[in-house]
């Protein structure tokens, strides 16, 4: 799955071939915060890590506005 990134409406995909995947968010933010590479998720989930120093954004003006996430359920309940 690429990485997906956006600029002054240029849209940039880039597949990431690592040697590390991890599905767990909570083992991506610690193999970040051990310098092991870069993480790509929306701000909200790292922003207390962000405060405090922990982590640091990287590519900003690459990356475009999250709008929120959506919630989806059949009409039929």
Not at 44 to 60: M, N, S
Request: glycine content about 6%.
């Amino acid at each position: 799955m690429p990485w997906e990134f956006a600029r002054d409406c240029k849209e940039l995909r880039v597949r990431i071939e690592g040697q590390l995947i991890i599905n767990a968010l909570r083992h991506r933010i610690a193999e970040a915060k051990a310098d092991m590479g870069l993480i790509y998720l929306p701000e909200d989930t790292v922003a207390l890590e962000i405060a405090k120093g922990r982590l640091i954004l990287v590519l900003e003006e690459w990356c475009d506005v999250f709008p929120g996430y959506y919630l989806y359920y059949p009409s039929r309940r």
